[in-house]
């Protein structure tokens, strides 16, 4: 299974969600993790030094070779990015079958594989749709403020795209609202509107707004493995399940 994180509005938990699932699905199954986002963040977020890496995601995309790239951490496989990747988006410029690199460089590898994960920058431009050329499926983490149904639409029409023009079968796994917080009368007025709108698609599991996930990312690791209790952890587990339950995997 091939699962790409992805939404073009930043700072809505793509990358802690792409972080934490990876870990949580590890544990019992082969889990490669890739970042395709030139922030490099999920990167950082296991606590990976880019400075210290001969191969990217930047050397995949131009060169091919994703082996190359794959660093074990914390018993995950993981195609780390820097800061480089921003300039292939130039160097691909009017390349011919661009937005195939990634779903070429992937079939290779796949077998080895149950679940693939790619963390996607907050835009819909060549690398997103890289993730999602490569993919199988979509989860489309959803913040809990205002504003957060802006772009759905577009992302939602975007897979329409995908499958369209450049015959796929991308489906829509579905939506996981982030960053909630029940005191505030935003947050519940946003997951009214999206459970209005988007009832079937949304997951059940609400990932709470909570202060672990900002500590562990600064201590290099996902949640889930920093503290295990945290509400948000606990959210993770539950999102897990859900996910393979909709993937009908045990």
Same mark, same amino acid.
């Given at each position: 299974?091939? $699962?790409? $994180?992805?939404?073009q509005?930043? /700072?809505?938990?793509?990358t802690?969600?792409?972080?934490?699932?990876?870990?949580?699905?590890?544990?019992?199954?082969?889990?490669?993790?890739?970042?395709?986002? @030139?922030? %490099?963040?999920?990167? &950082?977020?296991?606590?990976?030094?880019?400075?210290?890496?001969?191969?990217?995601i930047?050397?995949?995309?131009?060169n /091919?070779?994703?082996?190359?790239?794959i660093? +074990?951490?914390? %018993?995950?496989?993981?195609v780390?990015?820097?800061?480089?990747?921003?300039?292939?988006?130039v160097?691909?410029?009017?390349?011919?079958?661009? #937005?195939?690199?990634?779903?070429?460089?992937?079939?290779?590898?796949?077998?080895?594989?149950?679940?693939?994960?790619?963390?996607? =920058? @907050?835009? *819909? %431009?060549?690398? &997103?749709?890289?993730?999602?050329?490569?993919?199988?499926?979509?989860?489309? =983490?959803?913040q809990?403020?205002?504003?957060?149904?802006?772009?759905?639409?577009?992302?939602? +029409?975007?897979?329409?795209?995908?499958?369209?023009?450049?015959?796929?079968?991308?489906? *829509?796994? /579905?939506m996981? !609202?982030?960053m909630?917080?029940?005191?505030?009368?935003s947050?519940?007025?946003?997951l009214?509107?999206?459970?209005?709108?988007?009832?079937?698609?949304?997951?059940?599991?609400? $990932? @709470?707004?909570?202060?672990?996930?900002?500590d562990?990312? !600064?201590? /290099?690791? =996902?949640?889930?493995?920093?503290?295990?209790?945290a509400?948000?952890?606990?959210?993770?587990?539950?999102?897990?399940? #859900?996910?393979?339950?909709?993937?009908?995997?045990k």
């Amino acid at each position: 299974m091939i $699962i790409s $994180i992805a939404n073009q509005k930043g /700072g809505c938990g793509k990358t802690t969600t792409a972080a934490n699932l990876g870990a949580l699905l590890s544990e019992k199954h082969k889990v490669l993790l890739v970042d395709i986002d @030139p922030q %490099g963040n999920l990167t &950082t977020h296991f606590g990976i030094n880019k400075a210290d890496q001969k191969h990217t995601i930047y050397d995949v995309m131009l060169n /091919g070779r994703i082996e190359e790239a794959i660093v +074990r951490k914390d %018993g995950i496989d993981i195609v780390p990015s820097t800061i480089d990747l921003a300039g292939a988006e130039v160097e691909l410029t009017g390349k011919i079958g661009r #937005e195939y690199i990634l779903d070429g460089e992937l079939k290779r590898i796949v077998k080895r594989y149950d679940y693939i994960i790619i963390d996607t =920058p @907050p835009s *819909l %431009g060549v690398f &997103t749709i890289n993730a999602l050329v490569a993919s199988d499926y979509i989860l489309i =983490p959803v913040q809990a403020e205002f504003f957060a149904l802006e772009g759905l639409t577009q992302l939602l +029409r975007v897979i329409d795209l995908v499958n369209s023009r450049l015959a796929k079968n991308l489906k *829509l796994l /579905g939506m996981v !609202m982030t960053m909630f917080n029940s005191r505030t009368r935003s947050s519940n007025e946003v997951l009214e509107d999206v459970r209005k709108y988007y009832s079937k698609q949304l997951f059940r599991t609400i $990932i @709470p707004r909570n202060v672990t996930v900002t500590d562990s990312t !600064m201590a /290099g690791s =996902p949640a889930v493995k920093y503290r295990r209790n945290a509400p948000a952890s606990k959210a993770y587990a539950e999102l897990a399940k #859900e996910v393979k339950r909709r993937l009908r995997v045990k």
